[in-house]
C-alpha cells in the first residue's frame, strides 16, 4: 500500500476537522494559549545586573585587574601564584585492611578490591633538597592535606575524607621521602535509618 500526499493531505484534513467540532462542542481550544507573560533567555540577566550593576561595569572591573574570574569565585585549595616554592612529586596509595577469611572466602561482603573500600590513604612525597624531618610542616584537615617547608609547597585536595586526628607522617631520610598515612572517613556517606 503506497501513501501519497493526497492522503497525508485528507488526513490532516480529517483531524483537523474532528478538533474543530470538539472544540466548538466543548468550547475549549487544542490550540495553545499566548505566551503572555513568558520570559526569554534574553530577558535573563545574571547576578550582576540583578543587583543594579551593568555588564559592562562588572566586565570592566575585572578587566581593569587583568583577572578572569573575581575574588569570590576562587577556590579555597587554590595555591598563591606568587609563592615560588616548588611543588614536590607525590602519588597516592590505598590501604585495605584483609584477613584470610576476606581473600579466601570472601566472607565480609562488603570489602572488594576497589579504592573506594580502603581504609587508609597514604601520600608519599619525594623532598630531596630536605635534610630531616624538623624543616617539614604537616596540617591534615577533612579534605585537604597541607604541607610546606621553606623549599617545598603542597596544597593537596584529597579524593577522600579523612580523620583529621588519627594521620601519622613518617620520614625516611635514606630517600628523603614523607609518607603521610591517612585513615578514610566514611561516616558521611552512611545513611541513618530512624
Not at 474532528?18 to 545574571?46: I, Y
Not at 578490591?113 to 630536605?130: D, F, H, N, R, Y
Amino acid at each position: 500500500m503506497a501513501i501519497n500526499f493526497r492522503d497525508i493531505q485528507a488526513l490532516d484534513d480529517l483531524i483537523t476537522d474532528s478538533n474543530k467540532k470538539r472544540d466548538e462542542k466543548d468550547g475549549t481550544s487544542s490550540q495553545p494559549p499566548p505566551a503572555q507573560n513568558f520570559t526569554s533567555p534574553a530577558q535573563l540577566g545574571d547576578a550582576a545586573l540583578a543587583a543594579g550593576k551593568s555588564a559592562e561595569e562588572t566586565k570592566a572591573k575585572q578587566a581593569k585587574k587583568g583577572e578572569i574570574w573575581a575574588e569570590d569565585e576562587l577556590d579555597e585549595y587554590a595555591e598563591d601564584p606568587n609563592d615560588k616554592r616548588i611543588r614536590p612529586e607525590f602519588e597516592i596509595l590505598y590501604k585495605q585492611f584483609v584477613g584470610s577469611s576476606d581473600v579466601f572466602l570472601g566472607v565480609d561482603y562488603e570489602k572488594d578490591p576497589s579504592t573506594m573500600k580502603a581504609e587508609q590513604m597514604v601520600v608519599v612525597l619525594s623532598m630531596p633538597e630536605c635534610k630531616s624531618a624538623a624543616e617539614v610542616s604537616c596540617d591534615i584537615q577533612e579534605s585537604l592535606l597541607d604541607i610546606h617547608t621553606s623549599v617545598y609547597k603542597l596544597r593537596l585536595p584529597l579524593p577522600k575524607r579523612v580523620y583529621t586526628n588519627k594521620g601519622s607522617c613518617q620520614w625516611d631520610k635514606d630517600k628523603k621521602t614523607l609518607r603521610v598515612t591517612l585513615h578514610c572517613n566514611y561516616e558521611h556517606m552512611i545513611t541513618k535509618v530512624v
